[in-house]
């Protein structure tokens, strides 16, 4: 099979890509169809398809591995129990540790940074008490650990940088259901689409970032 200077063999790469985008679309059709074997059997595809598609790209380690803990968290969070509950967001904390390694010391807004901590301390203040006891030490950290992520994701520019605030989103989302909060009509579909197109968005900006516009388009 011939190969770029890239990486692995671009077809192979979009092909990759597409399957990702086919598993995005059977998972979120499925939410909002109330079809849950179609969700089981889509979300675990998710992240080993972007990260084998991040792999032919040429992606650094820490990329594939942060992609690789989301895909733990995914597993994980299917499961109806706290245990897995929590053992899923452990998984995805150590993938954001992956992330935060990756960006490095490179230069974030200090206005950004301000506006990402005032939402991290109005959201933790507003959730504390809706929170189960057990879970609100958990949720905290692992909430500074995100935000933190979802700052600096902006050192990476655009791309990143809303990748990271979808990845806020997604879990705050999730947050509130936890805490038994109104929810928005299909939660499930809002808290994949915002997820699915954060871990994308992330993975996008940080090979852009990393190797140019070329190696993340081919």
């Not at 959730?127 to 905290?140: E, F, M, N, S, Y």
């Not at 600096?152 to 520019?157: P, W």
């Not at 805490?179 to 900006?205: N, R």
Request: with cysteine; aromatic share 10%.
């Amino acid at each position: 099979m011939k190969t770029s200077s890239l990486g692995l063999s671009p077809r192979l790469s979009r092909a990759l890509l597409a399957a990702f985008g086919l598993a995005a679309a059977v998972d979120l059709v499925s939410l909002l169809a109330g079809a849950e074997l179609g969700h089981q059997l889509a979300k675990p595809l998710l992240m080993p398809l972007l990260a084998a598609h991040a792999v032919t790209r040429g992606a650094p380690k820490l990329l594939v591995a942060a992609l690789l803990f989301g895909w733990g968290g995914d597993v994980f969070l299917l499961a109806d129990a706290d245990w897995a509950f929590l053992v899923g967001m452990g998984s995805f904390a150590a993938g954001h540790v992956c992330y935060l390694v990756l960006f490095g010391r490179r230069r974030t807004s200090v206005p950004l940074g301000i506006a990402y901590t005032a939402a991290l301390v109005g959201t933790v203040a507003l959730l504390w008490p809706d929170l189960p006891a057990d879970l609100r030490i958990p949720v905290a950290g692992y909430s500074l650990l995100l935000t933190a992520m979802a700052y600096r994701a902006g050192s990476l520019g655009l791309l990143a940088g809303l990748g990271g605030a979808l990845f806020l989103l997604s879990d705050t989302l999730i947050a509130t259901g936890v805490a038994a909060w109104p929810q928005l009509p299909a939660p499930d579909f809002w808290v994949m689409l915002t997820y699915i197109a954060a871990q994308y968005l992330l993975t996008a900006g940080a090979l852009r970032a990393m190797y140019g516009e070329r190696r993340t388009n081919a």
